[in-house]
């Protein structure tokens, strides 16, 4: 009997010469080194967004655009993500020291409501939308109430609430936020 050349046999695996492996191994390494890190990529550019948040997106440090909730693919090295919340925020306004029209003393303290409305404005028109949004508050507050006397603040609260938020509401629109509602507490 004739005995055949290992290699044209195919029940015997051929030995690759560089490395003693099969042609099946070096194709399973060369699977591992191209889809292996590929998959690690796409898993860390994944990212979910709630419902009630949105993600402005900046490609190269320029605006490309808001993403809406779910799952959103972010090119990591080039873009980045900012994620806005949406939901209405209730934010203390410290009590100060107000002197009313009539020469009065008191201190006031209250709460502002508010949302952001526009995502790209939020993040690309002001740095910190929070803070500012309690700083206009606060001058607000003092500047509106000191117009009225005692009597009128003590028995037109609901009109003066109204004008407080008008006012902050006229100062955070370019912000991308609307303020729904302003209560003075104490």
């Known amino acids: 009997m004739k005995r055949r050349h290992p290699a044209l046999n195919p029940y015997i695996p051929v030995l690759s010469k560089k490395r003693g492996k099969t042609n099946e191994e070096d194709t399973m390494d060369l699977i591992y080194v191209l889809v292996l890190p590929i998959a690690i990529y796409v898993i860390v550019s994944l990212r979910v967004l709630k419902q009630y948040e949105r993600g402005v997106v900046f490609l190269l440090g320029?605006?490309?655009?808001?993403?809406?909730?779910?799952?959103?693919?972010?090119?990591?090295?080039?873009?980045?993500?900012?994620?806005?919340?949406?939901?209405?925020?209730?934010?203390?306004?410290?009590?100060?020291?107000?002197?009313?029209?009539?020469?009065?003393?008191?201190?006031?303290?209250?709460?502002?409501?508010?949302?952001?409305?526009?995502?790209?404005?939020?993040?690309?028109a002001i740095e910190n939308v929070y803070n500012a949004i309690n700083q206009i508050s606060q001058t607000t507050v003092r500047n509106v109430v000191g117009r009225f006397s005692l009597d009128q603040l003590l028995s037109d609260t609901a009109s003066i609430n109204e004008q407080i938020k008008n006012v902050i509401d006229q100062h955070t629109e370019p912000w991308g936020t609307q303020v729904t509602a302003v209560e003075i507490k104490d």
């Open 62 to 124: 320029k605006f490309a655009g808001v993403r809406g909730p779910g799952l959103t693919l972010i090119f990591v090295p080039i873009q980045q993500m900012v994620r806005v919340s949406l939901r209405t925020v209730t934010m203390q306004i410290p009590s100060q020291k107000i002197i009313t029209k009539d020469n009065v003393s008191i201190d006031i303290a209250a709460v502002a409501y508010y949302h952001i409305t526009d995502p790209e404005k939020a993040v690309i």
